[in-house]
């Protein structure tokens, strides 16, 4: 129920569709971006930049949580990431398809695209690599994210259509569609797709009734968690904090301590004033103050 949008302007928009309300906004000072994917696993937005870096965001950070320079002198014109989260892939302008770590944020290894520059992305379920450059459609088997390979697992031409322009494998099937200049191709990709379907996920049956289909959007309205707690490290909610008791105690007490420091800062908090009135109330004190106020002619 999030909507993330990114235009010529360089601003990064977030919008809760149930309610039809803005988020955030966020500008990245990056100049225009066409190019945003979304990480399945912890919901951080990965956007390419022309300068040829990729910056992660959260709506709960002004500013981006990851800066990588993906391709020096070249900006990037696809990325793409696998199913568990952990690998990226990139395209850039200088027609390299680098492999990204992001656990380490490092690059692993890299590939060369021969025929033009890769247009667009994809990764499908089974971990198959498709890459869409020029009029050519390569694609990679599942253990080329992890190591090199010499040579791609399937390949497909199609003459007289035009540079590929979107490329994107299709759920639960072994199949792959191809957008270009001449209308839409699909081909056949062996083991590109989970066999197995789990009908009690969100939206993934593909039998389900028009009943079953109001259902699941308000089950999936109930369990609807707040922008704020898409975090970089998707086991930080929910989890145990491994600290002792005097730890915690130290810790609430140093927070207590700068909050008052804030406060006595603003003025808030009103010293207490000191009453100068010790001994005035007794007896010989009352009576030498009455004589002083008696005057003799």
Request: hydrophobic share 30%; glycine share 10%.
């Amino acid at each position: 129920w999030l909507l993330a949008t990114v235009g010529r302007a360089g601003y990064l928009k977030y919008h809760d569709t149930s309610t039809g309300e803005p988020v955030s906004t966020h500008r990245t000072r990056m100049g225009p971006c066409s190019v945003m994917r979304q990480n399945p696993t912890n919901a951080i937005i990965h956007l390419g930049h022309t300068n040829g870096t990729v910056t992660l965001w959260s709506p709960a950070n002004s500013d981006y949580l990851v800066k990588m320079l993906c391709h020096r002198g070249s900006p990037i014109n696809c990325l793409a990431l696998d199913r568990s989260g952990k690998y990226m892939v990139t395209g850039g302008a200088d027609s390299t398809v680098r492999i990204w770590d992001l656990r380490m944020y490092k690059e692993t290894h890299s590939y060369y695209t021969r025929g033009g520059p890769p247009t667009d992305l994809d990764i499908s379920q089974k971990g198959i690599i498709g890459i869409g450059h020029g009029g050519n459609a390569t694609f990679w088997g599942p253990e080329a994210l992890k190591v090199k390979v010499t040579s791609p697992y399937m390949g497909h031409k199609m003459p007289g259509c035009g540079p590929v322009e979107t490329l994107r494998f299709r759920p639960f099937e072994d199949v792959c569609g191809i957008g270009h200049q001449k209308g839409f191709s699909s081909i056949v990709i062996p083991g590109s797709g989970e066999p197995n379907l789990d009908t009690q996920e969100y939206n993934t049956n593909p039998f389900q009734d028009t009943k079953q289909r109001r259902e699941a959007e308000v089950r999936s309205l109930l369990d609807k968690l707040k922008p704020e707690m898409i975090a970089l490290d998707p086991d930080t909610i929910g989890g145990i904090e491994e600290s002792n008791k005097f730890a915690r105690l130290e810790r609430s007490r140093d927070i207590e301590d700068e909050a008052n420091a804030r406060r006595d800062a603003e003025g808030q908090i009103k010293k207490k004033e000191k009453k100068k009135m010790r001994g005035r109330s007794k007896i010989q004190k009352k009576l030498k103050r009455k004589q002083k106020n008696i005057v003799d002619e």
